[in-house]
């Protein structure tokens, strides 16, 4: 469109240049042989054509008019005309630009909203399930449109633009404007920009975080899971060895005071799970270890008792890592929730700040 407004202002400029040069060109005839050749001065002379028939030519020299600066001056104008619309549709095309751009971090922006909300809802459901009472690990839900990679594309340079543009006054109250005046403009432009910039780089790091986070929770818990494993496969043993030890003495071990209340315990925690071995560790840490640790502790002076006291005060110690993880992993979560509801609350201000609209 640029390239062919500039051509035809262009042709026409020619054009004009040429009609007026051929209008002032006097005809040329070639000279004849018996032509008449005169110098004409400033006043007109006869030349006599016909003695006969008394005939004759006056010759005058047309009076010269001055220059013909419109011929000189129109293509000029038009040169810097054309220069002028140039760069006017250069200047709309940029500002177009700009605004789309600048729309398109709104839109983003905005988008975030529902993923937000449904992420909230997610962890809080996942926060929920980390229960020290029912042992289950799990599976938590991260939203892949709060990664911010989407933001990553877009141009930062056009969003300060695009800042400048929805905040600046109307250019009849800006056009007096002090130097320091335009400063305090562009640093509130910049101090927004900044606020955005901030506000995506805490989602994508929250994010990041929960994958983080629960990586760790998995890894700890596993951990531990599998040292209480090892440390019950070792109680079940010393166990059977303690029973023993007192059979052999010829001791009803569900008789005995010493032995009656662990054969009970061990007999409605234990022994229901000994095919599945789905043992949920603080059920047995609350019903099963401390009750039986607490009794071993009356017959601490009897060596039958120490290998067994030693492998269930493992397995509480790797129960009590359990623990801490599932803590800590919660803690975490209300972190990460508390960080989501800022982000949710101030993200109308953000917007509003980028468009220059007051809450």
Same mark, same amino acid.
């Given at each position: 469109?640029?390239?062919?407004?500039?051509?035809?202002?262009?042709?026409?400029?020619v054009i004009c240049a040429q009609s007026k040069d051929t209008a002032q060109k006097a005809v040329y005839?070639?000279?004849?042989?018996?032509?008449?050749?005169?110098?004409?001065?400033?006043?007109?002379?006869?030349?006599?054509?016909?003695?006969?028939?008394? /005939?004759?030519?006056?010759?005058?020299?047309?009076?010269?008019?001055?220059?013909?600066?419109?011929?000189?001056?129109?293509?000029?104008?038009?040169?810097?005309?054309?220069?002028?619309?140039?760069?006017?549709?250069?200047? *709309?095309?940029?500002?177009?630009?700009?605004?789309?751009?600048?729309?398109?971090?709104?839109?983003?922006?905005?988008?975030?909203?529902? $993923?937000?909300?449904?992420?909230? /809802?997610?962890?809080?459901?996942?926060?929920?399930?980390?229960?020290?009472?029912?042992?289950?690990? $799990?599976?938590?839900?991260?939203?892949?449109?709060?990664?911010?990679?989407?933001?990553?594309?877009?141009?930062?340079?056009?969003?300060?633009?695009?800042?400048?543009?929805?905040?600046?006054?109307?250019?009849?109250?800006?056009?007096?404007?002090?130097?320091?005046?335009?400063?305090?403009?562009?640093?509130?432009? !910049?101090?927004?920009?900044?606020?955005?910039?901030?506000? !995506?780089?805490?989602?994508?790091?929250?994010?990041?975080?929960?994958?983080?986070?629960?990586?760790?929770?998995?890894?700890? /818990? @596993?951990?531990?899971?599998?040292?209480?494993?090892?440390?019950?496969?070792?109680?079940?043993?010393?166990?059977?060895?303690?029973?023993?030890?007192?059979?052999?003495?010829? !001791?009803?071990?569900?008789?005995?005071?010493?032995?009656?209340?662990?054969?009970?315990?061990?007999?409605?925690?234990?022994?229901?799970?000994?095919e599945d071995g789905a043992y949920n560790p603080f059920n047995l840490r609350d019903n099963f270890f401390?009750?039986?640790? /607490?009794?071993? @502790?009356?017959?601490?002076?009897?060596?039958?008792?120490?290998?067994?006291?030693?492998?269930?005060?493992?397995?509480?110690?790797?129960?009590?890592?359990?623990?801490?993880? *599932?803590?800590?992993?919660?803690?975490?979560?209300?972190?990460?929730?508390?960080?989501?509801?800022?982000?949710?609350? @101030?993200?109308?201000? !953000?917007?509003?700040?980028?468009?220059?609209?007051?809450?």
């Open positions: 469109m640029k390239k062919y407004l500039l051509f035809l202002l262009a042709y026409s400029t005839t070639p000279l004849k042989i018996d032509t008449l050749k005169t110098t004409i001065s400033t006043k007109p002379i006869s030349v006599p054509l016909d003695l006969q028939k008394n /005939t004759q030519i006056i010759l005058a020299k047309e009076e010269s008019t001055g220059t013909d600066w419109a011929k000189y001056a129109l293509p000029i104008l038009t040169l810097f005309l054309g220069i002028g619309i140039n760069r006017l549709i250069d200047w *709309v095309n940029k500002r177009s630009t700009t605004i789309r751009n600048g729309e398109r971090w709104v839109v983003e922006l905005r988008s975030t909203e529902v $993923p937000l909300s449904q992420q909230m /809802t997610d962890l809080t459901e996942f926060r929920d399930r980390l229960s020290l009472t029912e042992f289950v690990i $799990p599976q938590i839900k991260a939203m892949t449109n709060l990664n911010g990679d989407v933001f990553k594309s877009l141009d930062k340079n056009e969003l300060i633009k695009y800042i400048e543009i929805k905040n600046a006054k109307p250019l009849h109250k800006r056009i007096f404007d002090s130097k320091e005046e335009k400063e305090k403009a562009y640093k509130k432009v !910049v101090s927004i920009s900044n606020y955005t910039h901030g506000h !995506v780089a805490i989602m994508e790091h929250q994010h990041n975080l929960i994958s983080e986070k629960f990586k760790s929770y998995l890894s700890g /818990t @596993s951990g531990y899971v599998q040292a209480f494993n090892n440390h019950l496969q070792e109680f079940l043993r010393e166990y059977g060895m303690y029973n023993l030890n007192y059979e052999k003495e010829g !001791v009803n071990i569900f008789e005995d005071e010493r032995t009656a209340l662990l054969s009970t315990l061990y007999t409605a925690q234990i022994v229901p799970h000994i401390i009750p039986s640790i /607490t009794h071993l @502790s009356n017959y601490r002076f009897e060596e039958k008792t120490l290998p067994l006291a030693k492998s269930i005060t493992a397995c509480l110690n790797d129960i009590a890592g359990i623990k801490i993880e *599932v803590e800590y992993m919660t803690k975490n979560t209300n972190i990460i929730l508390e960080r989501y509801s800022e982000l949710l609350t @101030s993200l109308p201000e !953000v917007i509003n700040d980028i468009i220059g609209e007051k809450a």
